[in-house]
Nanobody, 121 residues
Framework: QVQLVESGGGLVQAGGSLKLSCAAS????????MTWYHQRPGNQREIVAS???????TYKDSVKGRFTISASDAKNTLYLEMKNLQPDDTGIYYC???????????????WGQGTQVTVSS
């Protein structure tokens, strides 16, 4: 199994910055993709940014130029650097990893518990 633990959330004023981290523990053979999601109260989770193995990062339009997704070389830590934060960025941010625990096994998705980001105007 893989456990994901997010950190780095908090309260920030509009225009401020935060850097979220998602640390993975456990053993996996391969990472297919890693994703940050954003969920506002009463809304569904939306993809903010993703890294697909072998491809470049992708971003939701509203965060392009402000957020940067990256991962450690070992692919066991995922980051989301957020700049020029706005009140609409408020919500819970979740990370997820889609991995194979062994090379011939199925792809499995694991989730972190979420970290709260609050941006005041």
């Amino acid at each position: 199994q893989v456990q994901l633990v997010e950190s780095g959330g908090g309260l920030v004023q509009a225009g401020g910055s935060l850097k979220l981290s998602c640390a993975a523990s456990g053993t996996f053979a391969a990472v297919n993709f890693m994703t940050w999601y954003h969920q506002r109260p009463g809304n569904q989770r939306e993809i903010v940014a993703s890294i697909i193995s072998g491809s470049g990062p992708t971003y939701k339009d509203s965060v392009k130029g402000r957020f940067t997704i990256s991962a450690s070389d070992a692919k066991n830590t995922l980051y989301l650097e957020m700049k020029n934060l706005q009140p609409d960025d408020t919500g819970i941010y979740y990370c997820s990893f889609n991995v194979r625990l062994d090379p011939s096994g199925p792809a499995l998705t694991f989730w972190g518990q979420g970290t709260q980001v609050t941006v005041s105007s």
